[in-house]
């Protein structure tokens, strides 16, 4: 469960972190692309302003002028002079655009306008001046406009190369510099895992009231508070642990009253066997009463394995085997004790030992004697209970837990039981966290191997 939530809340953590990262990076890249096409607007609204002032000073100088003025015009950054024709000279490389269009805003729709861009133009010198960088990549704009008397006058506007922010190119120290990406994606990182967090908190929460409800019916309910779902989902919750713990009590208390109930006519009847005169009958029947009171008995002891009120204690479970093993072998039984743990269970011990206790007794009935060693694996106390008996068939191993069942078809006590032995077992087991297998070994006999949790030394004191 703890894996599941983990990589539930890894999940959210990088659906976050990547959502935002790319809607961040869409955000940029749309950004960008918009204050490019502004600036690219802006230069061409210059280059418009520049050519709609000069077709206005030309237009009212004498055509026989407009050479000689023209001449001057590389002192103010740009080239002009009159041609006869426009066609020859673009061909195929006149080009259309928004540049074309706002010069024929600005002169008007009877102008013939024409646009030549060169990627490649020598740079612009004038006398006396020299910038210290030698020759630089220029780009060129050449315009073909007609003026007012139908002339046509060529245009070379010299335009420096596109400043890096138009490229997309932003420098170490600019707006999307290294640091400062590294410094979004850290914060947006931080944020991620803080939704994360919070989104999965309830089911945490969520999971480890089912994990305590298991081991303990009667745990405090979930707080109701939080979200509108949260409050609803621990209501339900809440709802849900007062149903099954109603219904499992009523269920104990019936049991438990019921075969309580049972001894006293049991008992009765045992009295008034005594005065039987027929000495067979009279054994018949005390032998079945023997074993209505033994089913009476392990009643009792399944509805005690159900719902134990006693007390959760720290245990040294070397201590309880080696007291189980010891009284069996004062009973006369087979039982041997091998290895030992140091360990400590958190348990409760009139149930544990009464488990240890069925499983002994059953090894030594059916299989003739019990071989029981405990050892220490990852943390888990695994306790192993081994005979020289028959076995179970393969396809019983899990039925055989189930309450009343048995292997044994001719309901003799003994030879097949009641059928709740195991049943017991394993509901006591559960009750401690821990887990009951049963196994056929390959040698013939059959091991009961029972796995338990550690607690740590510090929780002992």
Known sequence: MRDFLGSIGNRIFVLLLAGIAVSILAT???????????????????????VEQIVQAV?????????????AASNFGFEARMVEDMNDAVGSNASTGPLIDMLQARLGEDRKVAVQRETECPPLRREGHDDGHGSRHET???????????ALMRLRLHQPGEPPVLR?????????????????????????????????????????????????????????????????????????????????????H????????????????????EKVADAELQQKLIDDLGVMHGMVREGLDLARSMDSSEKIQALDIDSLLDSVCADAADA??????????????????????RCLTNLIDNACK???????????????????????GPGIPEDALESVFEPFYRLEISRSRDTGGTGLGLTIARNIVENHHGHLRLRNLAEGGLEVAMELPQISPARTR
């Not at 004697?369 to 695994?382: G, T």
Request: net charge positive; with cysteine.
């Open 366 to 388: 059916y299989g003739q004697l019990a071989r029981v060693s405990i050892v220490l694996e990852q943390q888990k106390i695994l306790i192993r209970i081994r005979d020289q």
């Open 59 to 71: 237009d009212d100088i004498p055509p026989l002028q407009r050479p000689i003025v023209l001449q």
């Open 168 to 252: 997309g190119r932003g420098g170490p120290g600019g707006p999307f510099g290294p640091q400062y990406i590294i410094l979004f994606l850290a914060l947006i990182a931080l944020l991620a895992w803080l939704v994360a967090r919070m989104a999965t908190r309830p089911i945490r929460q969520l999971a480890q009231a089912a994990s305590r409800l298991g081991s303990d019916i009667d745990h405090a309910p979930l707080a109701e508070t939080g979200p509108t779902e949260i409050r609803q989902a621990a209501h339900a919750f809440n709802a849900m642990q007062g149903r099954i713990r109603r219904q499992i009590q009523h269920r104990t």
């Open 140 to 150: 060129c704009r050449v315009i073909y406009v007609s003026l007012h008397d139908q």
């Open 254 to 273: 019936m049991l438990a009253a019921i075969t309580h109930d049972l001894q006293t006519p049991l008992t009765r009847m045992r009295l008034r066997l």
């Open 332 to 353: 006369g039984q087979d039982v041997t004790l091998e290895g030992s743990t140091r360990a400590f269970v958190m348990a409760q011990p009139g149930a544990l030992r």
């Open 28 to 50: 940029t890249w749309l950004a960008g692309n918009e204050r490019r096409s502004s600036l690219r607007e802006l230069r061409l609204q210059h280059l418009a302003d520049r």
